[in-house]
């Protein structure tokens, strides 16, 4: 079945700059990436998406870039703000064999102002 | 207001207990999903239903039992056999079967857990 691999774990950044989380999967099927972002306390709350058909989806300072050849998938967030600050999960799904979503351990962001 | 709720927002169990949470969508989706979430961990599917009293096991459903008597309502009993119930407890719904497979997963607020 797939395997979702995120990384770093923890990542510390200064505000203003950039951060990448990573995540590689193992289903070469899989065709639907979704990203989310959950705050302390809160259910995740979906941030972008991209299905496999594309390689690249931007919304505003955020974007997923895709790469398929070598499965894996990057979420990249730019001019990073103190409330990006959260725990960020990637997932991935084979839709086509009615599977599931399997989701990566998570990213701890912290931007320092 | 659309949305998911899940209550209660923290829940004790005693030893030998089960206990109900609560997870309601007016959403219209069909299909609805539950997960545990561990301290460090990614998200693990615990049952998840596609259309009204119909539901399957996902990957840790030993110890939890649920019920879809009702589109918009998803109740999850953690039974006595589960015997680390401790964690943080996710509802989730999505367009279902009518939407593909691939249809995005709104999740609730969550419910803590804590086994007194």
């Known amino acids: 079945g797939e395997n979702v691999e995120q990384h770093p774990s923890t990542l510390s950044v200064q505000e203003g700059d950039s951060a990448v989380i990573k995540c590689t999967y193992s289903?070469?099927?899989?065709?639907?990436f979704p990203w989310y972002k959950q705050e302390l306390g809160k259910g995740p709350q979906l941030i972008i998406d991209i299905r496999s058909n594309v390689g690249e989806k931007k919304d505003q300072r955020i974007a997923v870039t895709l790469n398929k050849t070598a499965k894996h998938f990057s979420l990249h967030i730019t001019e990073t703000q103190p409330e990006d600050s959260a725990v960020y999960f990637c997932?991935?799904?084979?839709?086509?064999?009615?599977?599931?979503?399997?989701f990566g351990k998570g990213t701890k962001l912290s931007v320092k102002p | 207001d659309g949305g998911i709720t899940q209550s209660p927002k923290y829940l004790f169990r005693k030893e030998g207990q089960n206990v109900t949470l609560s997870c309601e969508q007016n959403l219209n989706h069909d299909a609805m999903y539950w997960y545990r979430q561990d301290p460090g961990q990614g998200l693990r599917l615990i049952y998840y239903?596609?259309?009204?009293?119909?539901?399957q096991k996902g990957d840790i459903a030993e110890g939890y039992s649920v019920s879809r008597e009702k589109k918009e309502s998803f109740p999850l009993t953690v039974t006595s056999a589960q015997k680390n119930p401790t964690a943080f407890y996710l509802c989730?719904?999505?367009?279902?079967?009518?939407?593909?497979?691939?249809?995005?997963?709104?999740f609730g607020p969550g419910t803590r857990l804590l086994v007194l």
């Open positions: 239903s596609q259309i009204v009293n119909d539901f």
């Open positions: 989730a719904s999505s367009l279902g079967l009518a939407g593909g497979w691939t249809e995005t997963q709104y």
């Open positions: 289903d070469s099927a899989s065709n639907y």
């Open positions: 997932a991935a799904i084979n839709g086509g064999s009615q599977g599931n979503l399997i």
